[in-house]
DNA sequence: GCTGACCGAGAGAGCGCTCTCTCCACAGTC
DNA sequence: GACTGTGGAGAGAGCGCTCTCTCGGTCAGC
């Protein structure tokens, strides 16, 4: 591999290359970043040279001129909760979901030769060193997963003019932010439509919680579907889209209607922790009552019987995410264009 | 907040700041950089002009001149496997221990002002421009989570001469490379002798792929306890610490050997997957074969019941893996002392 | 054959910072 | 009083790159 032939003592620059190849440094640069106004001749002498080198750009040089990073941010926003002892983890690491998100982003992101940059902000005084931190420039737009309703963030990132975007519809849509989510409604419909086509009439559903936008709106949903189908009164009980959550809500539902023979649960999650419980109260799963999970998460696959799901393209989504702040950077200024993806139903064993 | 005085037009330079504060840029550097030798008025005096004019410094700049990036990556290293359709996503990123990792990482990163840069390696063509990439200096050390045995990353980053830790134990320790590991051995004694405490006596083991590192410790560690406590010869069967390899190795150990009363297995998410594979063969658990898991990750409690299992206190050692970078940062061309953590056994249902 | 347009390549400035080197002021020594 | 020593501040170079500006050369048009 030539590239072993740089020395770690002294790394190829520029000039070196320009320097084998008997052209200027000015001509090395037009050939790295591909400027057309290169004669072929010389355009072939520079790629030998960079080749003989091992020359690769150096990122800091280059930015500091540019005042580009080619990097971009991906901010993990938490709840604030610091663990009473031990080293603090948040919610958002050990969710499946952002293994997911973070694959689709770096597909992306990769090929584009942009770095992707891991920030955590759970209190006012990382969000602000985040927020100047981000302010200087050194990041060209930022993604931004937040797991909680009430988060400042998304106002305090839409002030600095960086390129932001959210996973996940903004709880507050007052400033205009791109977002990327599924139509939770329509994954909602999805559900519905199957629980009744399965004929099931005693449909109740665990929702998510009622302050997050994907909680709301897959009640919202489901309940407009049902009525849609003939039945206006769906009972809910809420939940917090955790497994101990859907144990609990279950629990509660179970006390209150115990006759129930199908249910829409908002996460694959709370189905896992909802599951057990019915089993406990003697019901099984799908003949006395027919499940149906969100998000065809790994929790799916996790559930006996295996979990009926309604499954967002998070790895598309995140992709998606990445191609749309790739775009902003080109042409500064642009609108903010958010996507919705569609929603499918996987069939399993749960209903 | 006096940052919002920060133009974004155009961003405050040190230059601005020692205008501010009527000195020059070397003392304003001095300042920002810690130095003794600076009289205490010009110190204030700085210091309100910063605070005044909201200055970050530019990491770009600087690492021009101090070569340094400030900035560690985070290499996630995924055997070849690109799925037909749709992005790839790899497995480690959809693994709960990847969520563990990065949050005892920047546990340790943050308060350091140290960024963790996210690259995936997958192939030959991603390896070499890795390796290139990390050659030039963009990064001061790496941590690599290495997911299979004969990858060729250990080898090619100590070669670089970058500091790099690794993940747990490598497989060939030819080169000199330090690591960070739990005692897979006393994890599967703790194992063993709970369950011989129990009473148990015809004892099996589904261990992990043999060819890992923590597949061998585990089975070596389980297999030499049991010869301890009178029991040499455990019967093992293979899985690949996959779920659904959990299943398939639990129905092969149960056809071969019906009469087991208790099993470790060498990973939750396996158990998660041997668990049904129990039920559906008419076993109760504890009661007709006691389960013992290993990880103590999120598939303990996904399991039901909850799985007893041996805890790795994985943030810890994320956070002792960026420890040591941090350490080998300061004093270039030291040793790579590796680390051993102590597990624990945490007590559930299932033995 | 001369002018002007045009195209490709080089020269050189400068991005914001660090760090060495220089310089100044003051104190101490003979 | 001249000299040396010392601590603290400023001047200035230069890190590796991009990009504008300039300039030389070629060619079409009159």
Redesign the interface.
């Known amino acids: ?1 030539t ?1 072993d032939e ?1 020395p ?1 003592t002294r ?1 190829v620059t520029l000039e070196d290359v320009a320097q084998v190849a008997g052209v200027s440094r000015a001509t090395v640069s037009r050939v790295i970043n591909g400027a057309q106004t290169v004669d072929p001749a010389l355009r072939t002498s520079v790629e030998q040279a960079v080749a003989a080198t ?1 020359y ?6 280059r ?2 001129v540019t005042r580009r ?1 080619d ?1 971009i941010a ?1 901010v993990v926003s938490e709840r604030e909760q610091r663990a009473v002892s ?5 919610r ?5 979901h ?3 998100i ?3 982003l ?2 992306v992101l ?1 090929p584009a030769g942009i ?6 902000a759970d209190d006012d005084a ?1 969000r ?1 060193q985040l ?3 981000l ?4 990041v060209d737009g930022v993604v931004l997963l937040s797991s909680h309703a009430d988060d400042p963030l998304p106002e305090l990132l839409t002030r ?2 960086l390129p932001t975007v959210l996973a996940g519809r903004p709880t507050r849509s007052a400033a205009p932010i791109a977002y990327v989510d599924v139509d939770q409604q329509a994954g909602a419909r999805l559900a519905a439509e199957h629980l009744v086509g399965l004929g099931r009439r005693r449909i109740a559903t665990l929702s998510g919680p009622l302050d997050m936008p994907a909680g709301q709106d897959r009640l919202t949903g489901f309940r407009t579907a049902m009525a849609a189908l003939g039945e206006p009164d769906v009972v809910a009980v809420e939940g917090d889209f955790t ?1 101990a959550g859907g144990a609990e809500a279950m629990k509660r539902l179970l006390a209150e209607h115990p006759a129930i023979d199908g249910v829409f649960i908002a996460s694959d999650l709370m189905a ?1 922790g909802a599951l ?1 419980v019915l089993y406990r109260e003697g019901r099984r799963v799908p003949e006395d009552v027919a499940v149906v999970g969100f998000d065809d998460s ?2 799916a ?2 559930c ?1 019987p295996q979990l009926t799901t309604v499954r967002q ?1 998070v ?2 989504m ?2 998606e995410m990445a191609g749309l702040l790739l775009r902003r950077l080109g042409e500064a200024g642009r609108s903010t264009p958010s996507a919705v993806f569609h929603p499918t139903l996987v069939l399993r064993q749960s209903a």
Request: proline content about 9%.
């Open positions: 591999m590239a740089a770690r790394p091992g690769v750009p150096n990122r800091a040089a930015s500091l990073a990097s991906l031990g080293p603090f983890v948040g958002m690491f050990t969710d499946p952002f293994g997911r973070v694959g689709g770096l597909d990769r770095q992707l940059l891991l920030m955590l990382s602000s927020v100047s931190f302010r200087q420039g050194h600095t003019g497994q896992l057990p790994s929790a696959l996790a006996d393209p790895e598309e995140a992709a």
